[in-house]
């Protein structure tokens, strides 16, 4: 499977005016769902701050993104790449203790 065929199937509407670029060509993601996709990669470092394991912190880290998604699809205001990649980040961080905060419980509960 090529990177491109690869890309494809990641879920992203890839609106290069959106987009971060490198050398100006747009990448392949948006701003927002790189961020978003580039903060999974801190799962593994956040079993490491277990006190972080909560769902209403990780809830909360969804409201940002939801405020500037929401915000820019209803004309409300123009949302900016840099704020893209911060709110994704946050959500993307969210997600993971999401994760962690599911597994905690299933790992109590199936014991």
């Avoid at 065929?5 to 060509?25: M, Q, S, T, W």
């Avoid at 277990?50 to 500037?68: E, V």
Wanted: glycine content about 4%; proline content about 6%.
């Amino acid at each position: 499977m090529s990177k491109e065929e690869l890309l494809a199937i990641v879920p992203c509407h890839r609106k290069p005016e959106r987009c971060l670029k490198i050398n100006g060509k747009p990448m392949a993601l948006c701003a927002r769902c790189t961020a978003l996709y580039s903060s999974y990669l801190l799962l593994p470092f956040l079993y490491f701050v277990p006190q972080l394991h909560s769902l209403a912190i990780a809830l909360l880290l969804q409201l940002p993104m939801l405020a500037d998604g929401l915000s820019q699809k209803w004309k409300w205001r123009e949302s900016t790449n840099p704020l893209r990649v911060v709110t994704g980040t946050m959500s993307g961080v969210g997600q993971c203790l999401f994760i962690w905060f599911i597994a905690d419980w299933l790992s109590k509960a199936l014991s």
